[in-house]
């Protein structure tokens, strides 16, 4: 079976920060899990129209041994029976730039490369579609993140996909090459199905931020650091305000360094909003992932009858 996964897509560095990322839409299912390829340091790498996948873990390998994009692409393209079929962009670590569409990529297809960008698009309704995305990501503020969905979104407002849209993926690293380079995925998230995949990788883009915020008030309350704390706690909620279990971890951190007075109103709260939290509570003590204090648990478990 051939994979269709005909779709457009965008390969960026962030200069500032040495991040690098590719985001993609497609008619077809789960293109997030074909499409963007990536590794922290190394280099990004985007497969699409009739999509040999291989391009993949072969490219992201020749980066790793030093070669430049444009050589990994010209590698790749030599051991490929039809590169004619193939559109691909490929972005290393120091901002090289590779990218090819075959002769033969159904149109529309074309792509147009940057400084520390490249959009490339194929099967698309019309062939403005990926000057307006390079547009769009010039133009554009905010991290490397909010510039790729803005130049998604451009593409999709353009006219997009001609048979319409289906999945999305978003996979971004950070620029500094590491041994432990799974640990520095900064995001990689996945819309397999859904009949506006932009608006939820946007959705799930703003909650994963939120876990982020929390991991950082975390380590400084763990630096006792309580105001700055608070203040990222705070920031995550308001970037995932329906998701209940942000509130409770931020409150079970507070209960275990000591800011029980912080954490009570926040244990009422969600209590209220699902009982099971305190039954979740009393698990945490023997996983030692709040202290066994019985007039701490006491003082909680109050919460759960106001």
């Not at 909003?273 to 996983?287: A, G, H, M």
Request: hydrophobic share 40%.
């Amino acid at each position: 079976m051939k994979n269709f996964y005909h779709t457009f897509s965008i390969v960026a560095r962030d200069e500032s920060t040495g991040q690098l990322g590719v985001a993609v839409q497609s008619h077809w299912f789960a293109v997030g899990s074909v499409c963007p390829w990536a590794e922290a340091g190394v280099g990004v790498i985007a497969t699409q129209a009739l999509v040999e996948k291989s391009y993949g873990p072969m490219g992201l390998t020749l980066l790793k041994q030093g070669k430049p994009a444009n050589e990994v692409l010209t590698d790749l393209l030599a051991k490929d029976d039809h590169p004619e079929i193939r559109q691909v962009a490929i972005i290393d670590a120091q901002g090289n730039i590779a990218t090819h569409t075959g002769r033969l990529c159904i149109a529309e297809a074309g792509h147009v490369i940057g400084t520390n960008f490249s959009v490339q698009a194929n099967m698309m309704k019309n062939n403005t579609v990926w000057q307006c995305m390079a547009d769009k990501f010039l133009q554009s503020r905010g991290d490397l993140a909010d510039r790729m969905m803005a130049a998604l979104k451009a593409a999709q407002n353009a006219g997009g996909d001609i048979r319409g849209r289906q999945s999305a993926g978003l996979l971004i690293v950070d620029g500094q090459k590491t041994e432990k380079h799974w640990d520095h995925e900064v995001f990689n998230i996945r819309v397999d199905d859904h009949p506006d995949p932009l608006e939820e990788l946007d959705r799930l883009l703003r909650i994963q931020r939120a876990y982020h915020l929390m991991n950082e008030g975390d380590e400084l309350l763990a630096n006792k650091e309580m105001e700055a704390a608070m203040k990222k706690y705070q920031a995550a909620e308001e970037f995932a305000p329906t998701i209940d279990e942000i509130p409770f971890w931020v409150a079970a951190t507070l209960a275990d360094t000591g800011h029980l007075d912080q954490a009570l109103p926040i244990f009422s709260r969600i209590f209220e909003i699902n009982p099971d939290w305190e039954e979740l509570i009393k698990r945490l003590p023997k996983s030692g992932l709040l202290h066994n204090d019985p007039k701490l648990l006491s003082r909680i478990h109050e919460c759960l009858k106001k």
